[in-house]
């Protein structure tokens, strides 16, 4: 089950997706917001009980409506019936209703490397086959966040992570 501010988060990439595609420039903090506000909410689904990380969704709520605020303005250029089609998905989130789907191939999203656990990040030379990445993650018990097609977070123990990468490895060699 996805909590509200997943949803309205899920809209909001897929309208920055959609102005992208349509040209526009999104501002460059919304970007990086977006993974932070999208690590919070995991987080805080991890542990819905902590004060803590309930202020945090608090806060990661209000950023989601001053991004969505942005957005709106600039779906206006592309006219009315553009801009009900979102708002009218952001009332059916209001609502409760699960608009988008999560999909559960994308890693556990994280603010901070967890105590105890060391993060190793890697650019990609070309953008690579996520599930080969997630497969070596896993065998060697690594938590792994895909920032983009070109940049991964793993966050592991420092032995597992050093295998992890060496595995990797072949995937960043120069050609």
Do not use: C
Request: net charge negative; glycine share 8%.
């Amino acid at each position: 089950m996805s909590l509200p501010s997943e949803q309205n988060w899920l809209v909001l990439h897929h309208l920055i997706t959609d102005l992208n595609k349509k040209g526009y420039e999104i501002p460059s903090g919304i970007n990086p917001e977006m993974g932070l506000i999208r690590s919070t909410i995991s987080s805080y689904k991890r542990d819905p009980s902590h004060p803590e990380l309930i202020n945090g969704l608090a806060k990661a709520e209000m950023s989601l409506n001053n991004i969505q605020g942005t957005l709106l303005i600039m779906a206006e250029e592309e006219g009315e019936e553009y801009v009900d089609h979102w708002l009218d998905l952001l009332k059916k989130v209001m609502r409760g209703e699960e608009v988008f789907e999560f999909a559960n191939s994308r890693s556990r999203f994280l603010v901070n490397t967890p105590p105890g656990l060391t993060t190793g990040r890697i650019n990609l030379k070309v953008p690579l086959a996520e599930e080969r990445v997630q497969e070596i993650a896993e065998w060697n018990g690594l938590i792994i966040e895909f920032d983009d097609d070109v940049t991964v977070e793993l966050h592991g123990d420092k032995p597992d992570l050093q295998a992890g990468l060496k595995e990797m490895g072949s995937f960043f060699l120069e050609e």
